[in-house]
């Protein structure tokens, strides 16, 4: 199994560019997350689903929209690129059977915003 | 709400010697309880989990954790580090009572470095 898959791995992107980011899983999940990650700031929520066709904001949306037009993919998209916005970016992705199952993460998307 | 505190952002541990990684939770119910791994550009895999029911948790590697509800803590054990043990550690918690929501609540990480 593949588990939680992300592309791209790298990117720069200029100011002002938009870009979407692709996170596919194979395990049947429910739910899955966009997280950044920037030092000494932990993980912080960008955006969730809770089910295909399902999105909700989580405790840093701005600047981000996100689709879950399929249950295995979550795209999270940049509108218009910012400096602020460089980071690393982790999906992940966990069942609902019970709210105390783990979440599986991919390998992430390492962002940089010239 | 939830929140966790990861009180030490980097741990130094000879090799061969014990490992304690510490996290402090604060829920409004009872709380379920994770710890996950960071290697250098990886994402987070999952180490164990606190449910119910025995206060000590055995997971991946070696690893336990030892669930202490009077203290809402929740640390990360090791009896004998191994300098492979060296990445970045997360604490997780999320509220059994949160109406059902699956969104855990992440420390900022602890780095763990062990000394050959």
């Known amino acids: 199994n593949a588990g939680v898959t992300q592309t791209p791995k790298f990117r720069v992107l200029k100011t002002g560019q938009s870009m979407t980011l692709l996170c596919a899983q194979d395990?049947?999940?429910?739910?899955m997350y966009w997280y950044r990650q920037d030092p000494g700031m932990g993980l912080r929520l960008i955006h969730y689903s809770v089910g295909e066709g399902t999105t909700a904001k989580g405790e840093v949306p701005d600047g981000y929209n996100v689709s879950r037009l399929k249950k295995q993919n979550f795209l999270l998209g940049l509108e218009s690129a910012a400096p602020s916005q460089t980071s690393v970016y982790f999906c992940?992705?966990?069942?609902?059977?019970?709210?105390?199952?783990?979440?599986?993460f991919g390998d992430g998307t390492r962002l940089s915003i010239l | 709400a939830q929140s966790v505190a990861q009180p030490e952002d980097q741990v130094n541990v000879a090799e061969g010697n014990p490992l304690t990684v510490k996290c402090t939770y604060s829920v409004s119910g009872n709380p379920y309880l994770f710890w996950y791994v960071q290697y250098p550009n990886r994402g987070l895999q999952f180490l164990l989990k606190y449910i119910t029911g025995d206060n000590l948790v055995k997971g991946s590697y070696g690893f336990e954790a030892e669930f202490n509800k009077s203290q809402t803590s929740f640390h990360l054990k090791k009896p004998s580090a191994l300098v492979s043990d060296s990445a970045l550690y997360f604490c997780?918690?999320?509220?059994?009572?949160?109406?059902?929501?699956?969104?855990?609540?992440f420390g900022r990480g602890t780095s763990l470095i062990v000394h050959p």
């Open positions: 395990m049947n999940h429910e739910y």
């Open positions: 992940a992705s966990s069942g609902s059977g019970a709210p105390y199952q783990p979440q599986h």
């Open positions: 997780a918690v999320r509220d059994r009572g949160s109406g059902g929501s699956y969104i855990p609540t």
